[in-house]
């Protein structure tokens, strides 16, 4: 066995593979083979044969008291499925783990069926143990809503550490990560020039509470990517919206604002609004709080609309249009899923708001240097020729740490504090360590990085689509760029345009595919209503996993049984609702 070891020496053994084997196998006999190999003994087999799987998915080796029985190689990519393998006592199903990492699989008895559709289930006691440790100290066991896999059940993952397009969670579990973060980490995780600007930055200092220069570089590149004159640094998407609204009101003097259904701007009080049962004209009735906590007074001035529908704007425009402060939406929504605007949309808004005196607010914390080098803007307005009055960011631009920004109009921002009367300020705004992160990231997000996205996302939707097409499962790949979201829609459905639409599909299919795909270390968003996020270091072998686990995980899907008559359920997606939002 040893000469298989020499031909791999990519493969890393680490103390938490050698743990994870011996919690599953027991008491059975453990060794490593040099660095890449591991050795265990098949206990579900009766023949008491032992079986060594290699590492990096390149070769495995199956071992009967002593003697190599049969030897596999795949040169190029990690294991397609399960393969099976037939020696003189047993069969055995070997599963990639990780492409990096160990193969791991079981022995099975010869009549024992192979079930590709279901791989063995990663260890997850060390997750386990620290969610229930968290859970007697926070809320529910998380600092965010969606990472506690309220909406998909099971054991939530916690992450040890991250590297370019892989997690590996506490149990030595390794993933492809479709989340990036819920969208910042566009280079992937701990880029070797961002860790090293970070590092020097941190060195010289956390934060000092004074004006430093990585701020004005930061500052800079925003204003020169994007449509907007001037900038200013906060610390949270949820800040930057919630003081653009603030900067409209007083910049108009005006106090409704106009948001959408399924947009979801942070958990600002006065954007945690859902439409109620009145007619949209209807200013009072109109819309109610979507969480406990926030008070009818902060939604009181909050109209909410469906996604898409120029009749709905061009109505609450034309009877309240001289008392709006200002119309907020997505730039492309991501939080119901993807939901693109219709051509024109945006360019409507503009021109509605502007017909009237309100501003039109373009939130691209999700969007903005993700699916373009600027965001939505270059895919809209800068071709067909208008501009929003504010825009806000978050997410990539902090490049990993804590930081948002809004921006726009000269005149606008020339009300803020200390230039003029708006108050708003921040402890931590334009930390030098997060600019820092931030300034590294865009300079290294050039075109090429944006063209190498564009096109790994092209390949994950057509795999996406032919797996669930083969498997039967009705399905819409919604996309925006380079960010796309799969729903799982009820039969008949061909187009997701608003979130009332989006909130009637399968979750629970959703629920066995997440599940599956999670089995075959791939790590989607753990809810229905997100988008699917890549980075420019998701490379061939993340791919071919990611492609080779979407199959099993269609099945899965396909194999859920139609709830009775249960409504379907929409309880993991709100405008409002933490749970149906990023992070
Ligand atoms: C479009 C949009 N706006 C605002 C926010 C709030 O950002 P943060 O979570 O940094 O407060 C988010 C978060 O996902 C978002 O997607």
């Avoid at 279901?118 to 990472?147: E, I, M, W």
């Amino acid at each position: 066995m040893g000469h298989t070891a020499h031909q791999h020496p990519t493969a890393t053994a680490g103390t938490a593979v050698a743990a994870m084997v011996e919690r599953r196998f027991g008491s059975c006999p453990l060794s490593l083979v040099g660095n890449s190999f591991i050795k265990v003994c098949g206990r579900t087999c009766t023949s008491h044969d032992e079986f060594v799987m290699g590492s990096a998915g390149l070769s495995w080796e199956v071992v009967q008291r002593q003697q190599p029985v049969a030897v596999g190689r795949h040169p190029t990519r990690a294991l397609q499925r399960p393969e099976r393998m037939t020696s003189d006592a047993c069969r055995y199903a070997v599963w990639p783990l990780s492409r990096t990492g160990f193969v791991v699989g079981s022995a099975l008895r010869d009549n024992d069926r192979v079930n590709p559709a279901r791989p063995p289930h990663p260890d997850t006691t060390a997750s386990a143990r620290l969610f229930a440790r968290a859970q007697a100290v926070t809320p529910g066991g998380v600092n965010s809503p969606v990472r506690s896999f309220n909406s998909v059940g099971g054991t939530p993952r916690f992450i040890e550490s991250a590297r370019g397009a892989y997690l590996r969670d506490v149990d030595g579990n390794e993933y492809v990560d479709l989340v990036c973060s819920w969208g910042p980490m566009l280079l992937g995780h701990a880029h070797p020039e961002v860790l090293a600007a970070v590092s020097e930055a941190a060195a010289r200092g956390t934060s000092y509470g004074t004006p430093t220069r990585p701020e004005v570089e930061l500052a800079e590149e925003i204003v020169d990517r994007t449509p907007i004159d001037q900038v200013r640094l906060v610390s949270s998407g949820t800040e930057a919206t919630m003081s653009a609204i603030r900067l409209a009101r007083g910049f108009t003097g005006r106090e409704l604002i106009v948001k959408f259904a399924g947009c979801y701007h942070g958990h600002v009080d006065s954007l945690l609004a859902e439409a109620g049962s009145g007619l949209a004209t209807l200013r009072d009735a109109h819309s109610v709080p979507g969480t406990p906590g926030v008070p009818a007074a902060s939604i009181a001035a909050t109209l909410v609309l469906p996604y898409n529908d120029v009749d709905a704007v061009r109505e609450v425009f034309a009877e309240h249009g001289d008392e709006i402060a200002c119309l907020i939406t997505e730039a492309a929504p991501g939080n119901m899923g993807v939901v693109p605007p219709q051509p024109g949309f945006n360019q409507f808004l503009s021109e509605t708001c502007a017909r009237h005196g309100a501003l039109f607010i373009s939130d691209e914390v999700m969007t903005g240097f993700r699916v373009t080098g600027s965001g939505q803007y270059a895919r809209d307005g800068a071709r067909e020729g208008w501009q929003p009055d504010l825009l806000t960011f978050g997410k990539v631009m902090g490049g990993g740490f804590p930081a948002a920004a809004f921006g726009g109009r000269r005149d606008v921002m020339a009300l803020l504090s200390p230039a003029g009367p708006v108050y708003q300020a921040g402890t931590l705004s334009g930390n030098p360590v997060a600019t820092t992160a931030g300034l590294t990231t865009l300079r290294l997000a050039t075109d090429d990085v944006y063209a190498k996205i564009d096109k790994m996302s092209l390949v994950l939707q057509d795999a996406a689509a032919s797996a669930l097409e083969e498997a039967g499962v009705p399905h819409v790949i919604s996309s925006n760029g380079n960010m796309f979201s799969v729903f799982f829609v009820e039969e008949g459905v061909m187009s997701v345009q608003n979130f009332e639409v989006a909130s009637r599909q399968r979750t629970d299919r959703f629920k066995a595919f997440f599940h599956s795909m999670l089995d075959q270390g791939v790590y989607l968003p753990p809810s229905a209503f997100e988008a699917w996020f890549l980075s420019s270091a998701h490379d061939d072998g993340a791919m071919d996993r990611i492609v080779s686990a979407l199959p099993a995980a269609a099945r899965a899907a396909a194999e859920t049984p139609a709830p009775a008559d249960a409504p379907p359920d929409a309880s993991t997606a709100s405008t409002a609702s933490p749970e149906g939002s990023s992070t």
